[in-house]
């Protein structure tokens, strides 16, 4: 039975004397413990390099303005490709316009990220538990806060699908895509619910809910649904792991920066396991084009050009991944494999972006039968 990350204490103080974070953001440290009665015996004489604690990155560190701008940038990129994508995607194609695609694929970013928050929460703190060097400290839950966007953000396609079709929400209830986005939201609202309690855990039976709700969703079309059904449910689970669980152990890495054993310890662990989640993800992902994306239509398609553009990203994340690999079992600091699971972690913020795209696009099929 998993349970819920521990328990999360008070900050802790960053050591001073250290020049840049470990993550590489670049935060300054606080230095200033010179005395006034003598000279700082601790500081390196004249002509002396200082040598920068283990796990911390000894030159090339963003300060902490230039990784906020960067993260700004991201997230206005990030905002751009979902309310442009389907419509750049479409363009040429002669396919029909989906009214509120951009929004659409908007609010389904959020769904899908809210997914892979929460179950990263509840699946890295298993990661973390043998290691007996860890450090006693947690980072803070975003379960919670997670919960609450994806419900907000399953809401919110409710209220679209009903200005599009001219429904009332009560009628809108009624029809496949809105009582199926009404179960996702009450499901989200149930595992915020879990996550604010003592047991986090039982957070995984509503986003179980949650999963099975979406990949019904995501396929209504007539050949063969229950099979599309059940590799989304498999291909929708392994990525909110790989991409979630990610995200908390490179948290959890940057808080214990003055524990590079353990740091790296914990990034073994996750690569050991993100191996298993590559391999489900290429195979019901291979599966899922094979069945709906005739080749035909592969370049001519809305969904064959997103399709094209998802696995370009994938190889760039695949490659970040071997590096980061291959850097962790060279090197006993785990700095540099750090900065390269970073880089993974924002191409496949990409990846989420471009796979809500895929769910907004029309089916292919419609483009191969066309005479």
Request: with cysteine; glycine share 10%.
């Amino acid at each position: 039975m998993l349970s819920g990350p521990p328990a999360d204490p008070a900050a802790p103080t960053p050591p001073t004397g250290s020049g840049t974070s470990a993550s590489g953001s670049g935060t300054p440290m606080s230095g200033s413990g010179t005395s006034s009665t003598g000279p700082d015996r601790s500081s390196p004489g004249p002509g002396v390099a200082a040598t920068p604690p283990p796990g911390l990155p000894s030159a090339g560190a963003p300060p902490a303005d230039a990784a906020t701008i960067a993260l700004a940038a991201a997230g206005l990129l990030a905002l751009l490709i979902a309310l442009a994508g389907p419509g750049l995607a479409a363009r040429g194609t002669g396919e029909l316009r989906i009214p509120g695609a951009g929004l659409t694929t908007l609010l389904r970013t959020v769904l899908f990220t809210a997914l892979a928050v929460h179950l990263g929460e509840l699946l890295a703190p298993q990661l973390i538990r043998p290691l007996r060097s860890r450090p006693r400290t947690a980072v803070r839950s975003w379960s919670l806060y997670a919960a609450l966007a994806g419900a907000a953000a399953a809401a919110g396609q409710i209220v679209q699908l009903a200005a599009v079709s001219g429904l009332g929400i009560t009628e809108t209830y009624a029809t496949r895509d809105g009582g199926l986005l009404l179960v996702i939201a009450n499901g989200l609202v149930l595992a915020a619910l879990c996550a604010a309690s003592k047991r986090p855990a039982l957070a995984l039976a509503p986003l179980a809910v949650v999963i099975g709700a979406e990949a019904i969703r995501a396929h209504p079309e007539a050949y063969s649904p229950e099979i599309g059904a059940a590799l989304t449910v498999v291909h929708l689970t392994a990525a909110s792991l790989w991409t979630g669980g990610l995200l908390y152990v490179l948290r959890t890495m940057w808080l214990w920066r003055g524990s590079p054993v353990a740091a790296r310890a914990l990034l073994g662990r996750y690569a050991r396991l993100a191996i298993w989640l590559y391999v489900a993800l290429a195979a019901t992902g291979t599966a899922s084009t094979l069945r709906r994306l005739p080749l035909d239509v592969v370049f001519t398609s809305a969904y064959g050009r997103t399709l094209l553009v998802k696995l370009a990203l994938m190889a760039v994340v695949s490659a970040l991944a071997v590096a980061a690999r291959r850097r962790m079992l060279r090197d006993t600091d785990p700095a540099i494999a750090h900065r390269l699971a970073r880089r993974e972690q924002a191409v496949l913020g990409a990846v989420v972006v471009v796979s809500a795209i895929l769910t907004v696009v029309p089916d292919p099929h419609w483009v191969s039968l066309r005479p």
